[in-house]
């Protein structure tokens, strides 16, 4: 072999070595392309199946919010009936009371100045209770002797009269709240709209 082709040969293994190299780095090369082409591809598809999840649970999510802002309303509006049947009775209540208050004011004068009469002036027997001499003569109880303390026909004793106007007073009082709160169960128990 001569020197010029032992040259030559070297040259064209330099020239094969570097073509192969050559190769080697666009082939390394165009396979880190394709793999980052890959992994762009999955990101891009991991994103729109985000999307697409995210979509539908933010619809979900609308269409729950708009029920919850009907329950609201529906729940604003039923509290805003009951509250004015609550009223309704409070009202209803404060004027019965008023004037039971107002009875019991006349009837609590009409006592202090010594009106002990129980019974109306038009009922039978001339709105009178019976007197000792109606009864056969028998006394009043808690003067049996018919002293300076009892007294005849359609009076009481004071105090007996007093306790029982206060009694009534209480009565009326106390049926006045359970009707109230009568009203008050009626109105919460009743069916919406009606």
Do not use: W
Request: aromatic residues 4%; hydrophobic residues 40%.
């Amino acid at each position: 072999m001569k020197t010029n082709d032992r040259g030559f040969a070297l040259m064209e293994l330099g020239i094969v070595l570097g073509i192969l190299l050559a190769l080697g780095a666009l082939l390394y090369g165009v396979t880190s392309y394709l793999e980052h082409v890959e992994t762009e591809a999955r990101a891009a598809e991991r994103k729109a199946v985000l999307l697409e999840v995210a979509d539908r649970d933010n619809k979900k999510l609308a269409a729950a919010l708009a029920r919850v802002k009907e329950l609201e309303a529906a729940a604003r509006g039923e509290e805003q009936r009951k509250q004015s049947a609550v009223n309704a009775a409070v009202t209803v209540h404060a004027k019965e009371k008023a004037d039971v208050e107002e009875k019991h004011d006349r009837l609590v004068a009409r006592l202090r100045n010594g009106d002990f009469g129980l019974r109306d002036a038009g009922a039978e027997g001339g709105g009178r209770c019976p007197g000792s001499g109606e009864r056969g003569g028998a006394a009043v109880a808690g003067d049996p002797a018919g002293g300076p303390g009892r007294v005849e026909g359609r009076e009481l004793f004071r105090q007996d009269g007093e306790f029982l106007v206060a009694e009534a007073r209480r009565a009326d009082l106390k049926l006045k709240a359970l009707q109230l709160c009568r009203a008050t169960l009626k109105a919460e128990r009743a069916p919406p709209g009606g």
